[in-house]
């Protein structure tokens, strides 16, 4: 993953994975700093049944115990549904990096010129969660 610039390899990161008979439905992973702690990413594979909202909680329980001062996600313009979610969550923007996902693609070719919904993909919008 590239965020704000920085690469994330997310199989050397820290996380959760929700299971199902044995099968994953989500997984989200972390990076902590100063900054706070980070979700670099955030997956459920059957939308709608509260796992990203179990997921994002564990994150906050971890976060809690390793005293962050916040928890942030980035995520990018077009991604509504993910704005929506984390909003409703209690989410708060807190940032917007104009441009960020398209000096991104300078250096990770494979990301596509337009994202959900035929949006042009361009910018990372931050939120975040004050602990
Ligand atoms: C974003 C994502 C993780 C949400 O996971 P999920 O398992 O569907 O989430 P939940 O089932 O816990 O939904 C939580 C709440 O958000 C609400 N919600 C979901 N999408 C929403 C939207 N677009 N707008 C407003 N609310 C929304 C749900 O209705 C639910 O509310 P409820 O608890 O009152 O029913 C999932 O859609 C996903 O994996 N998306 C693709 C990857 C991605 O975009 N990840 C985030 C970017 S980092």
């Known amino acids: 993953m590239l965020v704000h610039g920085e690469i994330f390899r997310t199989d050397q990161l820290d996380g959760f994975a929700m299971e199902e008979q044995g099968q994953w439905i989500g997984l989200v992973t972390l990076f902590i700093s100063v900054s706070g702690c980070e979700i670099i990413s955030l997956n459920s594979l059957q939308e709608g049944r509260g796992i990203g909202t179990r997921l994002i909680e564990e994150v906050i ?3 809690r115990e390793k005293k962050c ?6 995520t990018t313009n077009d991604n509504l549904h993910a704005l929506g979610f984390y909003q409703k969550f209690g989410f708060e923007l807190a940032a917007l990096r104009r441009g960020a996902v398209s000096e991104s693609r300078k250096i990770k070719l494979q990301i596509p010129l337009t994202g959900y919904n035929d949006i042009p993909l361009r910018d990372e ?7």
Do not use: N, P, S, Y
């Not at 001062?69 to 980035?74: G, P, Q, S």
């Not at 919008?125 to 602990?131: D, R």
């Open 61 to 63: 329980a971890v976060a």
């Open 125 to 131: 919008l931050e939120l975040e969660i004050l602990l």
């Open 69 to 74: 001062w916040r928890v942030f996600v980035a």
